[in-house]
């Protein structure tokens, strides 16, 4: 007996070593199959979201007959869009608050723009329950689409519409640490609730000034003014580390070769140092600065700010130039350094910046969709704050800070002082037409506390004046709005 | 009413493959007997009749157009016919590699009918001659011994044809891949593998002494660099892959196999760096969106395709694998998983498995060396493409434009997979047969068995003799084997024999 089970054992080891070979290449293979369909399966759950919301899959038409177009949502809760279906099963977008959130949420339409159009998939999909969308499916209902809820805040969305009133212009709150988009406004709107009859009359008004579909916040190019002055003055910080050595004496003008630089309303700002023409925003002095930097290291400082490239954003965008290379003479530089000449930027490239500067340099991609969940409010996808970059080093920014933080105190922004948060900004009157005593306002700046954190607050008034009087108050609603929620 | 039937088929079509698949896998438990394995194929068999029933269903109603029934009609007597021939005249073949491949090419002309009517008809009409033709097969690989004899024949054969769509092959998507005659293109490195196959198998079964692993390996070089250079990345990579694993079990040689893997990773390094068509793949793998306008057009759409089609399936007729560029050849799994749902590509999936299982089981199974090593080859390059092909259209792997066996719209390749299928049932009829004999013989077995017995100990020795020299092992086990068998079978063993004494 014992003789046959070792003879046994021999031969099935014989057996099994002579097929060892084969039984190795059956596992690998089969290994390889395997970890096929754990990808296919990972794919699946984890990373088809981003192949289904790419605006290049055209299946949308197909989901939108099984799917009730999802509502969008602001971070308090508030349903800012959302599909109404009547009696004979006719569906009807509704829009609750009208052209408050028209460039935010966008329209659904003749067409797609904001959060309806990059958000298009998410709403059109639906993750109800899977036996619900089997009963669905089979008495022939649609089913209800994913909610997309922002990073849009209703109370600061509102005082910001509020404040900027009947002025064209343009209105961005950021959230510095995240990149969040707490408001976004952009006037002459329109109420996308009946953008549908009204569309022939808008497209017909081909006055691009007037068009009310552009959302100027990020397609909007202005002349930067003297809030540009942040940029030449880190190019000054960066060429000349004895910077708070520098001392100019403001007699109220300039002569160039072709032209002369005044200070705003011509006020003469005497003997000032670095700080304190940023402070005042004095133009002969930032002149008198533009002509010392060097005009390459200038330009790739702006081209590493984001200028002449595209920005980290879901909306459509226009991007922000300037033009200064060698050959570009003193009146060029000049009006560079104080945001005037050739110079362009949009609202939200001015916010991005200011945002960096608040974030010790770091710029956070600005993004507008917080989470998608579907229509019973269990989570299905989650948008983190994701990191663009270092715009400038953490020192630089702090530099930057305390010259802002002296705008606020002792300059042009001093309708901010003495407030319960910590202010700090540059304002900006950015001539806009050969009549001088025409100008676009402008402030860009943030401010923090203790427990809420910073914000960062960018606008624009179309033809306001000064930004110091009109645009700093408007400034100061949406920060007291925040800080007093 | 349409939406409906549409929306339940889905989930219908499912439970069906999914059935059919438990069954592929239930079947090959080893405690199960004859009688219920004959079972389980019958409900597989019934189970594909009701799918392609359900589906065509389904694509009536949806296009409402007559000669849909038709073409269905003439289908289901197709599979009848296929599987009424195999079961008359070859009822020893493995039931499941029938059922598979009518399964197969079930789910084939479903996606093709809906992609396009007139390619799923082209398709139809190849597949009955492709049919006719291989229903011989397996009954010629189990009678023509002659074939391990071809050595060099074979290896002539492959690179002449190789070479001369190298030169004058139509350039079709950057590789040359075809030729056209008489109005039919075809596409040879879908038949070479096979005749290559054949030729390593026989190469290794007259000896895996060095000399005769660097001929062979020699020549397999020649097959891969001529496919490298006509482009067909696939195609060459699949004649590596089925080279090296031939090259190790008949060598037995690990570190063959590990310093050919090494070679061939350094070889894509090198073809990376060399070839643009090589790059733009591996570019368009790693970000296909970021280079949609061109590259990652295709792999992007096909991503589109799985991903919006979850994993229930936008159902029959519903999406838009039509905007996959190369749907019906290479991207055909894609458009499966859009619309019939990615449980069903999971399912597809494990039946492909299931036939790779069952081509390695009569390997494995296999007494002669030769056969061994041919379904070992032919399994190998039938497992490989299925990997290159879906793992291709996930995203798995890069994008190498290969055809999905049975599945894929293409004459050629549906015809070569065909021949290996039918060699594979051809193996499984030897091998039944054999049983058969062997058992028949009775005391012969016994007075075997005896023998065995007496020379336990001389097997010991042998076992030791093995572990330092296998290869001459094997040339005593076989002539062992031919021995014992002694006269009493056929002229294989005759053969067998001389071969063995054509060593000495």
Known sequence: MKKTSTEQKLRTSTRGGKNREFVIITYLF????????????????????????????????????????GEIRSADEKVLAQTIVGEDGSETRYYPYGSMFAHAVGFDSNGKSGIESFGNFSLLRSHAFFLEQVLNGIRNQKNPGDNVVTTLNYSIQEIAYQALGENRGAIVVLEPSTGKILAMVSKPDFDPNSIGAEWDSIISNTDSENSILVNRVTQGLYPPGSTFKILTTLEYIREHPNYQEYSYECT????????????????????????????????????????????????????????HKDLPVSYPFKQSSFVLDQKSNTDQVTQMAIGQGETLVTPMHMAMITAAIANQGTLMKPYVVDHTENYQGVTVKEYKPSTYGSLISAEEAGKLQELMSLVVSEGTGSKLSGQSYQAAGKTGSAEFSSNKSESHAWFTGYASTEEKGTIAVTVIVENGGAGSTTAVPIAKQVFDTYFSL | MVHLITELSKYTMIILFALYTYQCFAALKRSIDKEEQAEKYKSQVVYMYLFHMNAYGVLVLSVRDIKLIKFYLMQVVFFAAVQLCYSIFYKRVSRLVVNNMCMLMCIGFVMLTRLSYEHAMKQFQ?????????????FLISRWKFVRGLTWLYALAGITMLG?????????????????????????????????????????????????????????????????ISKDLGAGLIFFIAYMVMLYVATRKLYYFAGGLVCGALASVVAYHLFHHVRVRVVAWQDPLAVFENAGNQISNSLFAIGTGGWFGMGLNQGMPYKIPEVKQDFIF?????????????????????????????????????????????????GFQILLSIGGDIKFIPSTGVTLPLVSYGGSSLLSTLIIFSIIQGLYLMRERTQEEASGLGKNGKKRKIAKEETSNGKRIRQKSFEKDPDNFRNEEREKGAKQKGGSLSNEENIHGTKVEDFD
């Not at chain 2, 190849?126 to 397996?138: D, F, K, N, Q």
């Not at chain 2, 002494?209 to 001529?226: D, N, P, R």
């Open chain 2, 126 to 138: 190849i597949a009955v001659i492709s049919m006719a033709l291989t229903l011989l097969i397996p």
């Open chain 1, 30 to 69: 089969v290994g390889a199959f395997i970890l096929m369909m754990g990808y296919f399966t990972y794919f699946q759950m984890f990373r088809s979201e981003d192949f289904i919301n790419s605006p290049y899959n055209t299946r949308q038409n197909t989901f939108a007959e099984h799917v009730i177009r």
């Open chain 1, 252 to 307: 109220g003008s300039i002569s160039m070769e072709n032209t002369e630089i005044h200070c705003y309303n011509n006020a003469v700002h005497g003997s000032e140092d670095l700080a304190h023409s940023f402070a005042k925003s004095c133009n002969t002095s930032y002149a008198n600065i533009g002509l010392e930097l060097d005009k390459g290291k200038f330009a790739s400082l702006c081209n590493g700010l984001l200028f």
């Open chain 2, 334 to 382: 894609s458009a499966v998983s859009e619309e019939l749902g990615g449980i069903f590509a999971i399912c597809l999936i494990l039946v492909c498995v299931s036939c790779f299982l069952m081509f390695l089981n009569i390997a494995m199974q296999m007494k002669d060396f030769f056969y061994k090593l041919v379904a070992l080859g032919l399994g190998t390059i039938y």
């Open chain 2, 164 to 228: 001369v769509v190298a030169v004058l092959g139509a350039v079709s998507h950057g590789a040359k891949l075809s030729f056209s005659v008489a109005g039919i293109t075809v596409q040879p490195s879908e038949f070479i593998k096979i005749i290559f196959v054949f030729f390593v198998a026989s190469m290794f079964y007259e000896s895996t002494e060095f000399m005769q692993v660097v001929k062979t390996t020699i020549i397999a070089g020649l097959h891969v660099v001529i496919l490298v």
